[in-house]
């Protein structure tokens, strides 16, 4: 294992949690790049290796179907990607962990490279909101644009669709089913002093405003 620099220990090191449609990716680009450092998905990591071919086939068909990887896995990915010379500033982990034994995990990772997570960042939206902000978003067939019918009303000559996961029982089912994953997440990062609470409704600019100031003291 790679000595661990005196910038990776003062490095900022983040967490965002967020329901799906809550704006979380969107704001962790932001993040990043203001901050300059990595914004790391384990979705992404995990989409690369099975490209690239290195992931077993039972694993390959098991995420095809729907099925986690394995936590030992996923953490030993971010050990060896959050070892990288860009990480040397900090990075911001995007949707992980999702889970307390992932969050124990991660610490113990972390611990044996004698640093911790800095914020475990919260973006905290009503489920209604979550919901409409899906359900009512279409995509154009010919420019390949999104539009949400509310919000961001289409030109009257597009084509529309909606994707499936944007039907209200999937987006429902989604929701529910991270609200129940993380339900003692946020408990967790709370004991630890760590835990940010961000209101995520509004306008993209307001919410990173608020981000901002609730970073201010990292």
Not at 120 to 148: C, M, N, Q, W
Not at 179 to 188: E, F, G, Q, S
Not at 208 to 217: C, G, P, V, W
């Amino acid at each position: 294992m790679a000595p661990v620099s005196a910038n990776e220990k003062n490095g900022m090191r983040l967490t965002f949690v967020g329901p799906p449609g809550s704006g979380k990716g969107t704001q962790a680009k932001i993040i990043c790049g203001r901050w300059r450092i990595p914004q790391i998905s384990t979705g992404d990591m995990l989409r690369s290796a099975k490209a690239q071919g290195r992931l077993p086939q039972d694993l390959i068909q098991k995420m095809d179907s729907g099925g986690l990887v394995p936590d030992e896995m996923v953490i030993a990915m971010i050990d060896e990607r959050t070892q990288g010379l860009d990480c040397a500033p900090g990075y911001l982990l995007d949707g992980f962990p999702r889970t307390v034994p992932q969050a124990e995990a991660l610490d113990e990772m972390l611990r044996r490279r004698d640093c911790g997570l800095d914020v475990a960042l919260a973006l905290e939206v009503p489920p209604e909101l979550l919901i409409e902000r899906a359900v009512l978003r279409r995509t154009d067939r010919k420019s390949g644009l999104i539009y949400h019918l509310k919000y961001n009303p289409p030109p009257a000559d597009a084509d529309l669709e909606q994707r499936k996961d944007d039907q209200e029982r999937v987006v429902m089912d989604r929701v529910n089913t991270y609200h129940r994953m993380t339900a003692d997440l946020l408990p967790y990062y709370e004991k630890q002093g760590i835990l940010r609470r961000v209101n995520g409704v509004g306008l993209v600019e307001e919410v990173t405003a608020r981000i901002m100031e609730a970073l201010k003291t990292l």
